[in-house]
């Protein structure tokens, strides 16, 4: 069954921002057993750019399809040649003030599960142990023919050698390790797998237009069915891969609550919405957790 009437905090001034996190605060000590759904919100603190706008429409073109990177060798040497300029500011980032807050409200016995949609891994950095990552990790390399894998400095320690020349080029980073770079691409050269000698070296993360493996889908589904309440911090949930989730949670009656700036897919499904800067709200809110625990 799905909520009939949420309720909505959207202020932002200083007053109705504590209003928010007390509110915040109640409803995470009134479900001890929370599952948190992060977005790309949650990084962009650490320099990581986000998707989309307020308005849940694209900022920059769509990334790349699974479909096109596969079937395109013109299409891999444009993600590589992009991606051994943009990556730096993955590989660079560090957890940010989100990360830290949801670190500690794990260790603090509020989360139960995470289950994020970055490919970042700053949830792990910053102290979550208990992480699904729904869409892979972005540091690792996968062949698509032998499943062999990677580590990904690795591969682009031999990207940077067979293309010296490209580490010239500067553009802005783009989310996910790509970069705002137009150019020739034709002369970049991109290896095949060492191991078998003729797979397609991939990024292990789920492109757009791939599926989640259904077994990390199950293992998450399975973590919001025995959720008693779904957080979502910075998502719009525009993609169905994080949607089902907030649809799964409804129609189980389960209470959800959303911290995003901006309209998300699932606004008629939240109990409480609060469009506040998510990395100072979750300091807030641990410090009010912290300061009355019960």
Not at 34 to 54: K, M
Not at 255 to 268: W, Y
Request: net charge negative.
């Amino acid at each position: 069954m799905l909520p009939s009437s949420p309720t909505y905090s959207t202020g932002h001034d200083a007053i109705a921002g504590q209003v928010d996190v007390a509110t915040l605060a109640a409803f995470v000590r009134a479900h001890p057993r929370l599952v948190v759904l992060t977005g790309a919100g949650v990084s962009t603190e650490s320099g990581i750019p986000d998707y989309r706008d307020a308005a849940g429409d694209w900022k920059r073109p769509p990334p790349m399809q699974h479909q096109c990177f596969m079937q395109s060798h013109a299409s891999r040497q444009r993600y590589w040649a992009r991606a051994l300029v943009g990556f730096r500011a993955l590989s660079d980032a560090r957890p940010g003030p989100a990360h830290h807050a949801l670190a500690r409200l794990e260790a603090l016995g509020h989360v139960h599960t995470l289950i994020t949609q970055n490919v970042d891994g700053l949830h792990q950095r910053a102290g979550n142990r208990r992480v699904i990552d729904l869409h892979g990790r972005a540091e690792l390399v996968r062949c698509m023919s032998c499943q062999a894998l990677r580590m990904r400095h690795d591969l682009h320690a031999e990207l940077e050698a067979n293309n010296p020349h490209w580490l010239e080029l500067d553009a802005a980073a783009g989310p996910d390790g790509d970069a705002d770079l137009e150019v020739d691409f034709s002369d970049f050269r991109v290896p095949s797998c060492g191991r078998c000698g003729q797979g397609v070296l991939k990024p292990d993360v789920v492109f757009f237009g791939d599926s989640v493996p259904a077994a990390r889908v199950e293992t998450a589904l399975a973590a919001v069915s025995d959720a008693d309440a779904l957080l979502v911090i910075g998502s719009s949930l525009m993609v169905y891969s994080g949607y089902r989730f907030a649809r799964a949670a409804a129609q189980r009656g389960t209470p959800i609550a959303c911290l995003n700036l901006g309209r998300t897919r699932a606004d008629e499904l939240f109990a409480l919405k609060l469009e506040q800067p998510i990395g100072t709200t979750l300091a807030a809110l641990v410090a009010a957790l912290e300061a009355s625990p019960a």
